[in-house]
């Protein structure tokens, strides 16, 4: 049972968005896990007051809480810091600073026997020391800061599921894969990173940190006398999926949900291979695709033609890239996917897919809205032309980010082919009045005046540029690690880093003027 009244819940989930019965929802997603195994989870959204965190009671195992899909700081701020209170879709003033430290705290002060499970983005991307932009300095693991018992990162079923039986039999925490837990103690089979005093003071030993950051290790950090320790990650396969999205999903969303423009997409895969530096992906879902089986698929598509709020149109059929759907590897090594023989970049599996599923009785048209990875599409045009025929309308999202090869090199991206897909697109779209989408970003390290000329000369020519970001220092990413300590942890060459805001908000006019003309 899943609900947000009542009394006698095994678990408690609190949240800091609203919670969604929907399969793109963190909490719904990991409150119809919990409840598939009998679990009777109590739902708290956005708490604001004592009464909010006391209207449920106790729980009897723990209290499971995150922030979302999206760091609290990243949600309430602008990438020049300023508070997001003009937006009406945001709904800041219901999320706090820090919303996990905030949760946890309260919680250990009003029910101080209770055990504390964290999860979601901002615990996972906050597990070791981490640099904080808003800070502007180094922080703890934020399991110290919110006293959590143990900390989930990454997809969180299989791991929740684990806690909740071991506490529900009195078993130890230690040792479940997928999480984090605080110790005095360090087993042999750790590798030791540079310790919290270490990288707070030193500038090499944080890159050596983040060069050592991985999921599939086993990683222990000192923090005076006590350790943090990493359990590596367990294996998440495509039967793991298809179980996951085969939970019987209302699609019931809160009258204010984020997700409503998303209430019938479909999620193919997780993960990503495209390991861009400013990205968190890599760290969060890894950096191997984990694809659902066509058949888990299809069959999630066509319960949808049963729902009575259904009028024919998947909103999106997609994962973080669509387009890489189907190129998983079992291989576990280090060396990058984009650049690996093995990859198979024919997108047979994805076009396959996309033809079953339009064929599909009540289906009307499918939409691919997520975005595509262009310089993996543009090795196989039949892929492009079969998005252009029946999967999108009006634009399809590509993101070059920058045409500066220094800020490229410091993104770990690659333009070289961008012409060449951006030539065909527009050849075989002539007729149709569909154009694609530019994301751009400006300010990440390596960026300056001369650079985001560039940029500003490159998209003089493009047509439908409308929008850009401000780069973000986010905790734990490899562009983040340059942005503080000026040097790229890959090369431990010296990398320009832009800090000043007058100097963003020059390069920032360069793009719009060019973009309002």
């Not at 684990?162 to 479940?176: F, M, P, T, V, Y």
């Not at 085969?246 to 809160?254: A, C, I, M, T």
């Not at 009540?362 to 262009?374: A, E, L, M």
């Not at 030539?423 to 005046?449: A, T, V």
Request: charge should be positive.
């Amino acid at each position: 049972m899943i609900s947000k009244s009542g009394k006698d819940f095994d678990i408690l989930l609190i949240t800091a968005e609203y919670y969604d019965d929907h399969p793109l929802s963190p909490s719904g997603v990991i409150a119809r896990v919990l409840d598939s195994k009998g679990y009777k989870v109590g739902i708290i959204e956005k708490p604001l007051n004592k009464e909010d965190y006391l209207k449920l009671g106790a729980p009897k195992l723990f209290f499971a809480v995150t922030s979302g899909s999206i760091d609290s700081m990243v949600h309430n701020y602008t990438p020049l810091k300023k508070r997001r209170s003009e937006d009406p879709h945001s709904n800041v003033s219901l999320m706090p600073d820090r919303a996990l430290i905030v949760y946890c705290n309260k919680i250990k002060e009003l029910f101080k026997s209770s055990l504390i499970v964290i999860g979601g983005i901002e615990a996972s991307m906050r597990r070791f020391a981490h640099y904080d932009y808003w800070n502007n300095d180094i922080r703890r693991s934020i399991i110290f800061d919110t006293r959590a018992n143990i900390l989930v990162y990454g997809n969180g079923e299989k791991q929740i599921l684990e806690i909740a039986n071991r506490i529900e039999n009195n078993q130890s925490l230690k040792g479940i894969q997928g999480t984090c837990i605080i110790s005095k103690e360090l087993d042999k089979d750790f590798e030791i990173l540079p310790s919290f005093k270490e990288v707070k003071e030193d500038p090499a030993k944080f890159c050596e940190m983040q060069k050592t950051l991985s999921n599939n290790k086993n990683l222990a950090q000192p923090y005076d006398n006590n350790y943090l320790l990493q359990y590596s990650y367990p294996d998440y396969t495509s039967e793991d999926l298809d179980w996951t999205y085969s939970l019987p999903y209302s699609r019931k969303l809160h009258p204010e949900s984020l997700l409503k423009m998303a209430k019938f997409s479909v999620v193919t895969h997780r993960g990503c291979i495209g390991n861009c530096n400013f990205c968190s992906l890599k760290l969060h879902q890894g950096d191997k695709i984990i694809s659902r089986s066509e058949q888990s698929i299809i069959k999630e598509i066509q319960a949808l033609t049963l729902n009575k709020e259904f009028k024919g149109y998947i909103d999106d059929l997609g994962g973080p890239s669509a387009n890489m759907y189907g190129m998983d590897c079992k291989d576990k090594c280090d060396s990058e996917c984009l650049n690996c023989d093995k990859l198979d970049k024919s997108h047979k599996k994805m076009i396959r897919l996309l033809q079953k599923a339009r064929d599909i009785k009540g289906i009307k048209k499918i939409f691919v809205r997520s975005g595509i990875r262009y310089d993996l599409a543009i090795e196989s045009k039949g892929y492009i032309k079969e998005l252009s025929d029946h999967h999108i309308s009006g634009c399809l999202k590509i993101a070059p980010e920058h045409f500066s090869d220094a800020v490229l090199t410091s993104m770990n991206k690659d333009n070289s082919r961008f012409d060449e897909f951006v030539s065909y697109f527009e050849d075989i779209n002539r007729n149709k009045k569909q154009s694609l989408k530019y994301y751009l970003m400006i300010c990440h390290p390596g960026d300056n005046e001369k650079e985001i000329m560039k940029l500003k000369n490159k998209i003089r020519n493009l047509s439908n540029v409308e929008s850009f970001q401000v780069f973000t220092p986010t905790p734990m990413t490899n562009s983040t690690c340059m942005y503080w300590t000026g040097i790229n942890p890959k090369t431990m060459k010296k990398v320009e880093v832009i800090h000043d805001y007058k100097t963003k908000k020059k390069l920032k006019r360069i793009i719009l003027g060019e973009i309002n003309k």
